[in-house]
């Protein structure tokens, strides 16, 4: 289920924004001194890439849902209550 070389991902960390007050820029940069363990690499992998697409499938899920109780059921009412 994990890919083989999760070993080898490293999540890539943006620049800072200029406009940063010093002590946001400091707190910005805590979670750096801390060490990237499995947890860390696994937890970023999901975040980053597999609930996105979970979300998008979710939503679309109810999108065509809303669609087919609307026009193959027939049930008029039932798009009003569904989205408001």
Excluded: T
Excluded at 14 to 27: G, H, N, W
Excluded at 32 to 44: G, M, N, Q, R, T
């Amino acid at each position: 289920m994990i890919p083989e070389d999760i070993g080898n991902f490293k999540p890539k960390r943006r620049s800072l924004e200029p406009s940063l007050k010093p002590l946001a820029r400091k707190l910005a940069r805590v979670p750096s001194a801390l060490p990237e363990s499995a947890a860390y690499l696994i937890w970023d992998l999901l975040h980053k890439y597999i609930l996105q697409h979970l979300i998008h499938l979710v939503l679309g899920a109810h999108i065509l849902g809303v669609l087919k109780h609307h026009f193959i059921d027939q049930h008029r009412n039932a798009i009003n209550r569904i989205v408001p």
